[in-house]
């Protein structure tokens, strides 16, 4: 067997059918290489990022909150943990933990097209998923900026 490893957009890596109507990369690869597929999702509380703005015809630099209260970025920013690294295996054996990350909660999924309207209701930049269903693993990092690129 070989191993590979993909960096992917979180919505496309999951074997969940977060999207309706839609069979994501991540389950593709799933029914492909069964047990052996391992995917690991993304999620913050802030972010900013650059997008394509319809608007201004350019890319430009936007941030957005997960505000969704049953998330468990909001629960890791309001206990202050800066980054984790969540297994969702070992997750079933904490029955509180367990009981957060397999109900759906909103989680940040931002493509490469954005307005500004769109921070006004996160329903235009989270998903509404089950993350022990999505994912093998998380990874959570309380604040996200964009790199600086260098010439």
Request: glycine share 4%; charged share 30%; aromatic share 12%.
């Amino acid at each position: 067997m070989q191993a590979g490893f993909h960096i992917i957009y979180s919505n496309d890596i999951n074997v969940d059918a977060a999207t309706k109507g839609i069979t994501s990369m991540g389950e593709h690869l799933k029914n492909a290489f069964k047990d052996e597929y391992y995917s690991i999702g993304t999620d913050c509380y802030e972010t900013e990022f650059l997008a394509y703005d319809s608007k201004s015809d350019s890319r430009r630099e936007f941030e957005v909150k997960n505000k969704s209260q049953n998330s468990i970025a909001f629960l890791l920013n309001d206990l202050k943990v800066k980054d984790a690294w969540i297994d969702l295996h070992k997750v079933k054996e904490n029955k509180e933990l367990n009981e957060v990350l397999s109900k759906k909660q909103r989680m940040i999924t931002i493509g490469d097209k954005f307005t500004s309207w769109y921070s006004c209701s996160n329903k235009f930049y989270t998903l509404n998923m089950e993350p022990c269903n999505a994912y093998d693993a998380i990874i959570f990092i309380d604040s996200v900026k964009p790199v600086n690129i260098l010439k």
